[in-house]
């Protein structure tokens, strides 16, 4: 499946952000969806994820309480809101899609930029 990811920009900290991720070549509807994020200088890490249905998410905890992932196979796009962002939320995120229940994801898109600043 081919990912992209759309939505980014700059916000002010306290404001909230929708990125989404688009797919085409296949339906999402088999396949485990997730966030990533890379800040400058760090390792890409984990966001939130969500099952293949989307009655089950889970999310790190830096963002838990903060960040909502959702999906809607219907329109093949998975999303990720996001509310009370903070500066340290400023990074570049991906979205990525893995067909097993764990293990690493399979497939990756291009990320879109998130800025938090005042």
């Known amino acids: 499946v081919q990912l992209q990811a759309s939505g980014g920009g700059s916000v002010e900290p306290g404001g909230s952000l929708r990125v989404s991720c688009a797919a085409t070549g296949s339906t999402i509807s088999s396949h485990y969806m997730g966030w990533f994020r890379q800040a400058p200088g760090k390792e890409r890490e984990f966001v939130a994820g969500i099952n293949w249905i989307g009655n089950v998410a889970e999310y790190a905890d830096s963002v838990r309480g903060r960040f909502t992932i959702s999906r809607d196979n219907a329109e093949n796009t998975v999303y990720l809101q996001m509310n009370s962002l903070k500066p340290e939320d400023t990074a570049v995120y991906y979205c990525?899609?893995?067909?097993?229940?764990?293990?690493?994801?399979?497939?990756w898109g291009q990320g879109t930029q998130v800025t938090v600043s005042s």
């Open positions: 990525a899609a893995r067909v097993r229940s764990v293990g690493p994801y399979d497939d």
